[in-house]
C-alpha cells in the first residue's frame, strides 16, 4: 500500500481529505475509508479512549494523569482550576448530606409526635354542637 504510506507521511488531513473525496466520488467509497481508517487506527483520537486527550474520570474527579500540554502556565491553572472544581463538588455533596439528614430529621420527629399523640389517646376538647 504506498498510497497509504503517503499518505501517513502527509498525515490525518490527507486522510480526512481523501475520505471526504470518497464521499463525494461515491459514498460507499468514503464509507470504507472511514472503515479502514477506525480499523487500523490511523486516527489516533480512537485508540485512547472516548475524547482522546488522555483525560480519564477517576473516583476524585478528573484527571490528566500527570499529562502536560507543554505550557506550565497552563498546566498550573488546570490543575488549580480543577483543584477548586473538585472542592466545589465535594462542599456540595456534603451539603446534600445535611440537606438530606435534615429532611430525615424533620420526618422522623413528624412521626414521633404523631405516635404520641395517638399513645395519649383522642383530644378531649369541647364537643361539637348540633346545630340546628
Not at 502527509?10 to 480499523?39: D, T
Not at 494523569?65 to 483543584?83: C, I, K, P, V
Not at 466545589?88 to 405516635?115: S, T, Y
Request: charged share 30%.
Amino acid at each position: 500500500m504506498e498510497l497509504a504510506a503517503r499518505l501517513d507521511e502527509i498525515g490525518k488531513p490527507a486522510w480526512i481529505g481523501l475520505m471526504i473525496l470518497g464521499f463525494a466520488v461515491f459514498w460507499p467509497v468514503g464509507l470504507a475509508i472511514l472503515a479502514y481508517l477506525i480499523w487500523s487506527g490511523r486516527m489516533g483520537c480512537w485508540k485512547r479512549g472516548r475524547w482522546g486527550n488522555g483525560w480519564r474520570h477517576s473516583a476524585h474527579g478528573w484527571s490528566s494523569h500527570g499529562r502536560s500540554s507543554g505550557n506550565r502556565a497552563f498546566d498550573e491553572y488546570r490543575e488549580q482550576t480543577l483543584r477548586r472544581l473538585e472542592d466545589e463538588q465535594r462542599e456540595f455533596r456534603e451539603f446534600l448530606d445535611r440537606l438530606r439528614f435534615a429532611r430525615d430529621k424533620a420526618e422522623f420527629d413528624e412521626f414521633l409526635a404523631e405516635r404520641r399523640r395517638r399513645s395519649e389517646g383522642p383530644e378531649s376538647g369541647p364537643e361539637p354542637q348540633p346545630q340546628g
